[in-house]
């Protein structure tokens, strides 16, 4: 299937532990993003990456690292969880359409839980 | 700054319309459509560009007002599957997406 795919779906983890999430996506797009979505429903961009080099960073901890070893690939890596930590993480990719614009679409999310 | 969705919350019978309303302090680039449901990620609606362009997906479409830095989303004939969470997002060259708050859509039958 051709998709936006995101592992782990769940992730329950203690606090100050590091873990990492993992995307990948077979659509050939060429720009891929990670979103947080929390528990009010708000959903905010954190990173995307374009052909591997990272052109939108917004302002978050950087306890947060994403890394693309390829196009087709964007992790997150979160150091030291924090409670606030707790949310869903969609990751999404997205080509370019006449206009300049995105067709942005979204991976299934994994849901973080920091006890 | 986030675009702002209005209402927050609609219920609605079975075959009623809706709108629902984005509007953005800044000038728009362009205006991308999601639905959401229940533990699902947001699935694509439609995107528009400045230009007032309408578009059509189902029974669902869009207006685009560039000067009124508005865009809503027009739901006719709803179906209990039109339930979820719709949010709008402004778009930028670079990809990135400004999210309104969401509006809850409930269809009943």
């Known amino acids: 299937d051709t998709a936006v795919s995101q592992t782990p779906k769940y992730l329950v983890t203690q606090m100050g532990n590091d873990k990492s999430i993992k995307c990948e996506q077979n659509?050939?797009?060429?720009?891929m993003y990670w979103y947080k979505q929390d528990s009010k429903k708000f959903l905010k961009i954190m990173f995307s990456y374009n052909n591997k080099e990272l052109i939108i960073n917004e302002t978050v901890p950087n306890r947060f690292s994403p890394k693309s070893p390829d196009k087709a690939h964007l992790n997150l890596h979160i150091n030291s969880l924090e409670l606030g930590d707790s949310a869903v993480y969609f990751c999404?990719?997205?080509?370019?359409?006449?206009?300049?614009?995105?067709?942005?679409?979204f991976g299934p999310g994994t849901r973080l839980t920091v006890l | 700054q986030q675009p702002v969705q209005s209402p927050q919350a609609v219920i609605l019978r079975e075959g009623e319309d809706a709108v629902i309303n984005c509007s953005s302090s800044?000038?728009?680039?362009?205006v991308h459509w999601y639905r959401q449901k229940h533990g699902e990620a947001p699935v694509f609606l439609m995107i528009?560009?400045?230009?007032?362009e309408q578009k059509g997906h189902e029974k669902i479409s869009a207006s685009f007002n560039e000067k009124k830095q508005q865009s809503s989303l027009y739901l006719t004939a709803s179906q209990l599957s039109y339930s979820g969470t719709y949010f709008c997002?402004?778009?930028?060259?670079?990809?990135?997406?400004?999210f309104g708050q969401g509006t809850t859509l409930q269809v009943k039958p």
């Open positions: 997002g402004t778009g930028s060259n670079t990809g990135k997406l400004i």
């Open positions: 999404a990719s997205s080509h370019l359409l006449a206009g300049g614009v995105h067709e942005q679409f």
């Open positions: 528009l560009l400045k230009g007032g």
């Open positions: 659509l050939g797009h060429d720009t």
């Open positions: 800044k000038a728009l680039y362009s």
